[in-house]
C-alpha cells in the first residue's frame, strides 16, 4: 500500500506560480512513477506530468516550459513548480502513484496509476 497527500494548493493570480507537493509514504520503494493529473469543471481528469524512479520526465504540451516535476528519494517528495499560471490550469491537482509498470517514460494513462491522493485545489485568477 502505498499513500499520497497533496499539499500545497491555493488561489494566485494569473502570471504567478505555485508549487504542489506529493508526499509518499507505505511501500514507496514499489514506486516506479508518480505523476500529477488534474480535473477542471466538467472535465475528464487529465494527464499533466510525470517522473520515473529512473528520472524521466513527461509533459502535456500545454505547460511544457511553464511547469517543472522534480523528486527528493530520500523524503519521499514529488513536487510540480507551476509558473505562470494562466486561469485554464485551475482544476483540482491529483498526485498519482504507479507500482506495477517499469517504464522508462511516464505513462499519460490514468489507469495505469494504483495509488491516488485525495486532491488539492488550484484556482487561478484572471
Known amino acids: 500500500q502505498v499513500q499520497l497527500v497533496e499539499i500545497g494548493g491555493g488561489l494566485v493570480q494569473a502570471g504567478g506560480s505555485l508549487r504542489l507537493s506529493c508526499a509518499a509514504s507505505?511501500?514507496?520503494?514499489?514506486?516506479?512513477?508518480t505523476a500529477w493529473f488534474r480535473q477542471a469543471p466538467g472535465k475528464e481528469r487529465a494527464f499533466v506530468s510525470g517522473?520515473?524512479?529512473?528520472?524521466?520526465?513527461l509533459y502535456t504540451n500545454s505547460v511544457k516550459g511553464r511547469f517543472t516535476i522534480s523528486r527528493e528519494i530520500g523524503k519521499n517528495m514529488v513536487y510540480l513548480q507551476m509558473n505562470s499560471l494562466k486561469s485554464e490550469d485551475t482544476a483540482v491537482y491529483y498526485c498519482?502513484?504507479?507500482?506495477?509498470?517499469?517504464?522508462?517514460?511516464?505513462?499519460?494513462?490514468?489507469?495505469?496509476?494504483?495509488?491516488w491522493g485525495q486532491g488539492t485545489q488550484v484556482t487561478v485568477s484572471s
Open positions: 507505505g511501500r514507496t520503494d514499489s514506486v516506479y512513477t
Open positions: 498519482a502513484a504507479d507500482t506495477d509498470r517499469l517504464s522508462y517514460a511516464p505513462d499519460s494513462r490514468q489507469g495505469q496509476y494504483d495509488y
Open positions: 517522473i520515473t524512479r529512473n528520472g524521466a520526465t
